[in-house]
């Protein structure tokens, strides 16, 4: 389900004929500042098309790749990207909707070379993987490190070891 | 590379820059590799100082928050402040008076002077001119000083709270803000006179540190140094918030791209600065400082002695926290580093279900591989400082 107030924004519009049928859902946000925050849920299977169709209409600049996980819910996974315009002053937020079981998508660092790092930081902390990604390794904990930490089912602080049992 | 052509008997050299070199300023690994004086590959290895931020947000509820801001990006907290509280803030829908408004603005400048002042001092110390350093810190602790005054702390301020401010300005507040921004101008023409014409500072930041303007919009570059190669990008100017719009300023644009232009942005950003918090100071509105909104913002302390609501409210919002309604949120603000992002998603619980920081450092520090590969190693400094990261907001 598509709004009509995002369907009628241009970048959704060419958006809808060039990579038919791959936005599921698109909704729109107002403030009080008057800075609508527009958020696509885009199959996850054609990511890398939609991100590579609205990087030739103008949205230049990747600003962030992030994750949440809704655990216990299912699909447990979102992955989001926050997509912006330096030429036309626009945002755009995309989310991906993935299951527990299958918490793996196309890296879009063909696209946007930024895309390298938050990746690699979403891998890091959620355990997410992209695939054809150049360089996927730990970014923020040590090599070693098992587990994801910002996975719910992650405690705090973290897993206490007792020195005694071993 | 042509060296090792025609040489076969030399060796690439692997050098571990870091995470303890003075001119990282901070924990930054970078793994380079060297034929002769010439960098061949640099990996920068980040992650010494990730201290979990973001899964801290999870368990505190939103006023709790804040303090974490401060500690994120420490050279520029009150730019933190701001950005989580317009974030929070946008989901709740709560309007701000202008004096609050007016007041995180002020705030705001003096931090991007604070913050460029310790950005220009340790750069060219890093680059061989010791005397700026003194300098820098001299003015910087002005401001320290008038952050003490108004929130009662040097560095770790959490002034600027949802819904407002944490305190009303101090008795002669504005009076000192007012001095240091008439004066501060003297001091900046002084630092220009001390590097513009200096051969040495000259020689070491022209021409070096060049990176394109596509590669810095590709690889997520953002602020002075996307404005050192031509672009007027400014979120201030481009989205503005907290009524930057009622502000008259430049966006300072230079086109070289390298560590020369960087310096002349920032030193002009800092006469920008002074001029629109001499704007502040002059047309700063009286009234409320904080939001009409009694479930999210504290009582007054005066109320709490003499009405059994604002107790209970004051009580509801320590102990509980307050509600925010489910949705997400994305707040932008310029950070002295570039743009600064906050993500927040809500459940309608108390506390935040996910907090995302978007922090220029990071961004920024992506670009240093292309910028450092195939340079002398000893550009590898200026370079890098040019970039102005701290090591908290690219770890988190």
Same mark, same amino acid.
């Given at each position: 389900?598509? +709004?009509?107030?995002?369907?009628?924004?241009?970048?959704?519009?060419s958006?809808?004929?060039?990579? !038919?049928g791959?936005?599921l859902?698109?909704?729109?946000?107002?403030?009080?500042?008057g800075?609508?925050?527009?958020?696509?849920?885009?199959?996850?299977?054609?990511?890398?098309?939609? !991100?590579?169709?609205?990087k030739?209409?103008g949205?230049?600049r990747?600003?962030?790749?992030?994750a949440?996980?809704?655990?216990?819910?299912?699909?447990?996974?979102?992955?989001?990207?926050?997509?912006? +315009?330096?030429?036309?002053n626009?945002?755009?937020?995309?989310?991906v909707?993935?299951?527990?079981?299958?918490?793996?998508?196309?890296?879009?660092? +063909?696209?946007?070379?930024? !895309?390298?790092?938050?990746?690699?930081?979403?891998f890091?902390?959620?355990?997410?993987?992209?695939?054809?990604?150049?360089?996927?390794?730990?970014?923020?904990?040590?090599?070693?490190?098992?587990?994801?930490?910002?996975?719910?089912?992650?405690?705090?602080?973290?897993?206490?070891?007792?020195?005694?049992? +071993? | 590379?042509?060296?090792i052509e025609a040489?076969?008997?030399?060796r690439?050299?692997t050098?571990?820059?870091? @995470?303890?070199?003075?001119?990282?300023?901070?924990?930054?690994?970078?793994?380079?590799?060297?034929?002769?004086? =010439?960098?061949?590959?640099?990996?920068p290895?980040?992650?010494?100082?990730? =201290?979990?931020i *973001?899964? #801290?947000? #999870?368990?505190?509820?939103?006023h709790q928050?804040?303090?974490?801001?401060?500690?994120?990006?420490?050279?520029?907290?009150?730019?933190?402040?701001l $950005?989580?509280?317009l974030?929070?803030?946008k989901?709740?829908?709560?309007?701000? @008076?202008?004096?609050?408004?007016?007041?995180?603005?002020?705030m $705001?400048?003096?931090?991007?002077?604070?913050?460029?002042?310790?950005?220009?001092?340790?750069?060219?110390?890093?680059?061989?001119a010791?005397?700026m350093?003194f300098? $820098?810190?001299?003015?910087?602790e002005?401001?320290?000083?008038?952050?003490?005054?108004?929130?009662?702390?040097?560095?770790?301020?959490?002034?600027?709270?949802?819904?407002?401010l944490?305190?009303?300005?101090?008795? /002669?507040?504005?009076?000192?803000?007012?001095?240091?921004?008439?004066?501060?101008?003297?001091?900046?023409?002084?630092?220009?006179e001390l590097l513009?014409?200096?051969?040495?500072?000259?020689n070491?930041?022209?021409?070096?540190?060049?990176?394109?303007?596509?590669?810095?919009?590709?690889m /997520?570059?953002?602020?002075?140094m996307?404005?050192?190669?031509?672009?007027?990008?400014?979120?201030?100017?481009?989205?503005?918030?907290?009524?930057? *719009?009622?502000?008259?300023?430049?966006?300072?644009?230079?086109?070289?791209?390298?560590?020369?232009?960087r310096?002349?942005v920032?030193?002009?950003?800092?006469?920008e600065?002074t001029?629109?918090?001499?704007?502040?100071?002059a047309?700063m509105?009286?009234? *409320?400082?904080?939001?009409?909104?009694?479930?999210?913002?504290?009582?007054?302390?005066?109320k709490?002695?003499t009405?059994?609501?604002?107790?209970?409210?004051?009580?509801?919002?320590?102990?509980?926290g307050?509600?925010?309604?489910? /949705?997400e949120?994305?707040?932008?603000?310029?950070? @002295?580093?570039g743009?600064?992002?906050?993500?927040?998603v809500?459940?309608?619980?108390?506390? @935040?279900?996910?907090?995302?920081?978007?922090t220029?450092?990071?961004?920024?520090l992506?670009?240093l591989?292309q910028?450092? *590969?195939?340079?002398?190693?000893?550009? $590898?400094?200026?370079?890098?400082?040019?970039?102005?990261?701290?090591?908290g907001?690219?770890?988190?």
């Open positions: 389900m598509i +709004s009509e107030v995002v369907l009628a924004r241009p970048e959704v519009a958006l809808n004929e060039s990579v !038919a791959a936005i859902e698109g909704t729109q946000t107002e403030d009080l500042a800075h609508p925050e527009v958020t696509l849920i885009v199959d996850p299977a054609r990511i890398v098309d939609v !991100a590579r169709a609205l030739t209409q949205f230049e990747l600003c962030t790749v992030t949440v996980d809704w655990h216990p819910q299912e699909p447990r996974f979102e992955v989001v990207y926050h997509l912006h +315009s330096v030429k036309h626009r945002r755009l937020r995309l989310k909707r993935l299951g527990s079981d299958t918490a793996k998508i196309e890296s879009v660092t +063909s696209v946007w070379r930024s !895309a390298n790092w938050y990746e690699r930081e979403v890091d902390l959620f355990g997410i993987e992209f695939s054809n990604h150049p360089d996927l390794r730990r970014i923020m904990m040590p090599e070693g490190w098992q587990g994801h930490p910002l996975r719910k089912d992650f405690p705090v602080h973290g897993f206490k070891y007792s020195y005694q049992d +071993s | 590379m042509s060296t040489n076969s008997t030399t690439r050299m050098l571990n820059m870091g @995470p303890q070199h003075p001119s990282t300023h901070g924990v930054l690994r970078i793994v380079l590799d060297l034929d002769g004086e =010439t960098i061949v590959t640099a990996r290895d980040i992650g010494y100082l990730h =201290t979990g *973001e899964k #801290e947000f #999870e368990v505190k509820h939103y928050g804040t303090p974490l801001t401060d500690r994120v990006d420490y050279l520029s907290n009150l730019n933190n402040n $950005c989580f509280a974030a929070v803030e989901l709740l829908q709560v309007e701000i @008076p202008a004096r609050a408004q007016w007041t995180r603005v002020m $705001c400048e003096l931090q991007r002077i604070s913050s460029h002042l310790v950005w220009l001092g340790t750069h060219a110390l890093d680059i061989g010791m005397s350093y300098y $820098c810190m001299r003015e910087r002005e401001v320290l000083k008038i952050f003490e005054m108004f929130s009662g702390q040097r560095m770790m301020t959490s002034y600027i709270r949802i819904g407002g944490a305190l009303d300005h101090p008795r /002669g507040g504005l009076a000192a803000i007012k001095k240091f921004a008439d004066s501060f101008p003297e001091k900046v023409d002084q630092y220009e513009n014409s200096n051969p040495i500072w000259i070491r930041t022209q021409g070096v540190g060049y990176l394109t303007l596509e590669d810095m919009l590709d /997520g570059v953002t602020g002075p996307i404005r050192a190669a031509g672009q007027a990008w400014d979120i201030r100017k481009s989205e503005p918030y907290s009524s930057y *719009e009622k502000f008259d300023f430049e966006v300072p644009v230079e086109t070289a791209s390298d560590v020369w232009s310096y002349r920032r030193a002009r950003e800092l006469r600065s001029k629109i918090i001499q704007q502040a100071v047309g509105p009286e009234g *409320e400082w904080k939001a009409s909104a009694p479930k999210v913002v504290l009582p007054d302390r005066e709490m002695k009405q059994m609501e604002a107790l209970i409210y004051h009580f509801k919002i320590v102990t509980e307050f509600t925010v309604p489910p /949705g949120a994305y707040a932008t603000v310029e950070s @002295p580093r743009e600064l992002g906050y993500y927040i809500s459940d309608g619980s108390a506390k @935040p279900w996910r907090v995302h920081m978007r220029p450092s990071f961004g920024n992506q670009g591989s910028m450092i *590969e195939g340079t002398l190693i000893a550009d $590898c400094i200026a370079s890098m400082g040019s970039m102005d990261f701290v090591l907001d690219v770890d988190r």
